[in-house]
């Protein structure tokens, strides 16, 4: 089974600094991963973490510590075409991501 | 561009008609996935797909089937539709079997009416 748990919304100003974070509790856990999805579009990829610590990537970051079943993701510099939802998705089994409901983060001028 | 592509990008319907779903995968990758999203659930993971087997199974009504063929597309088959079939449908699709990168299409919005 699994339980995934994120903020709901975010605001956050341009330029400024934003921390998504996400618990989840799931069965054969083999890494989490991070999308982004604007409205009606696609998920894309954003990160992917097996091992505890940082990954970073640009202005985009993420942590994770699977004994604690915590991740976050982390956007610097942030920029208006980044508000959308952020999903954080544990790989269950090798095979299935399990999405949470999403982060929807709003960026203000 | 992912590189997935999904037909058609919108279809409306009526209740208890049957409707067929496409994806294409990315050249080269032999896994496909099927997720449904709905306006009051996140991304579910319906099925999933790996060289023409079946690898994965989620949380997919027995209304619904899917398919990989030896050409490695994939088709999702919604039968008896119900208005709470109403949703988008998005197949991802990566190089193997387990913890790949997942590249998703844009996406099938069904409207059941």
């Known amino acids: 089974g699994q339980n995934i748990d994120q903020p709901t919304e975010m605001t956050a100003t341009e330029g400024a600094i934003v921390q998504i974070n996400c618990t989840y509790q799931?069965?054969?856990?083999?890494?989490l991963f991070w999308y982004q999805q604007h409205a009606g579009e696609a998920p894309t990829f954003l990160s992917y973490n097996v091992l505890d610590g940082l990954e970073e990537k640009g202005r985009f970051s993420s942590f994770l510590s699977r004994s604690k079943g915590y991740s976050y993701l982390l956007l610097k510099e942030l920029q208006m075409k980044d508000s959308a939802s952020y999903l954080c998705a544990p790989l269950q089994n090798g095979y299935a991501l399990n999405f949470g409901k999403g982060t929807s983060l709003l960026v203000t001028p | 561009d992912s590189g997935v592509t999904q037909t058609p990008k919108h279809l409306i319907t009526a209740t208890g008609q049957r409707v067929t779903l496409r994806c294409s995968p990315r050249s080269g990758d032999l896994s496909v996935y099927w997720y449904q999203q709905s306006l009051d659930q996140g991304l579910q993971f319906l099925i999933q797909y790996y060289n023409g087997e079946e690898r994965a199974k989620g949380n997919i009504l027995e209304r619904f089937s899917a398919q990989q063929f030896p050409d490695l597309h994939s088709e999702l088959n919604l039968s008896s539709l119900e208005l709470g079939d109403s949703a988008l449908y998005f197949c991802a699709s990566s190089p193997r079997d387990t913890t790949n990168i997942q590249y998703f299409g844009a996406g099938t919005r069904l409207s059941v009416l």
């Open positions: 799931t069965s054969g856990f083999n890494g």
